[in-house]
């Protein structure tokens, strides 16, 4: 998608090979909601570098300057002459027939300053993301358990290149956080796990799904590819601590302890009800 907008051609055209470290460069880790914001930024950068080398050639076809071509809806045009322009395709069968291959190559380092640990000042990334995430939840007081019922997730992704991928990103996310606020628990005795399967160790499927709502928030970050950031850990983090704000505001009683498990509810209802109606 970032690779079609830069050249101006349809999205369909652009053929996207599996990662093969004979043919693609070092990437690094999908971790910390960064691919999209490096790599699609170098994807960006190499596209563009391809562009040119393209318009430069269609110039000398065209008799025209390099500088007053660009590729607009799969069409080359000159910004200076309208009678001047050339399918895209064109272009390159033309490139092709006369033995001419034109690739693009770029990297892009997201180079950030050092920070200061003196004044704790500095760029330690290049680009934040910010969340805000909503949760309602029920609270069976007899039983303890806790049901997620709706949650609403705000988030700042700068451009947004695909709404509905974001949107899934984020309600996956959402799943996640809530597995780790109320069910996800690793029990070790002795050095011997105790949730060795999913038959122990829970995880939300889609009927613990809770009503969701994404609200995409978009912004201009000028480092990211047509100003985008990344989305990811940042719709997981702000769940589980939306649940617990919510578990807090229905019974009054703060559990610090993840998952918040039905046997934690109902011993820390116990200690408030023996304390005199205080969680502390």
């Not at 000159?78 to 395709?89: A, Y």
């Not at 597995?179 to 070790?188: C, K």
């Amino acid at each position: 998608m970032i690779a079609a907008e830069e050249l101006g051609v349809p999205y369909e055209k652009v053929r996207v090979i599996s990662a093969d470290t004979a043919v693609t460069p070092d990437a690094l880790c999908t971790s910390a909601s960064r691919q999209t914001f490096v790599s699609g930024k170098a994807v960006q950068l190499a596209a563009s570098d391809a562009k040119d080398h393209l318009l430069k050639y269609g110039a000398t076809l065209l008799k025209c300057t390099r500088e007053e071509l660009d590729v607009v809806n799969n069409v080359v045009v000159s910004s200076l002459n309208k009678d001047i322009s050339m399918p895209f395709p064109e272009l390159t069968l033309a490139a092709h027939n006369n033995g001419k291959r034109f690739m693009g190559f770029a990297w892009y380092d997201n180079t950030t300053a050092d920070v200061d640990h003196d004044t704790n000042q500095g760029d330690a990334y290049a680009c934040y993301i910010y969340a805000t995430q909503v949760a309602d939840v029920e609270v069976d007081t007899d039983t303890g358990d806790v049901t997620v019922l709706r949650v609403a997730a705000a988030h700042d992704v700068g451009k947004a290149i695909n709404p509905m991928m974001i949107e899934q990103q984020v309600e996956g996310a959402i799943l996640q956080g809530m597995g780790y606020a109320i069910m996800e628990e690793v029990i070790l005795e002795k050095g011997v796990t105790k949730t060795p399967s999913f038959t122990k160790y829970l995880i939300p499927t889609s009927k613990d799904a809770p009503k969701m709502k994404t609200y995409i928030v978009e912004s201009d970050e000028p480092r990211g590819p047509f100003g985008a950031k990344g989305v990811g850990e940042g719709a997981i983090i702000p769940t589980a601590a939306a649940i617990v704000n919510a578990v807090n505001d229905a019974i009054g009683v703060r559990i610090m302890d993840l998952p918040i498990t039905p046997e934690k509810v109902l011993a820390a209802l116990e200690k408030k009800a023996q304390s005199g109606g205080s969680d502390k």
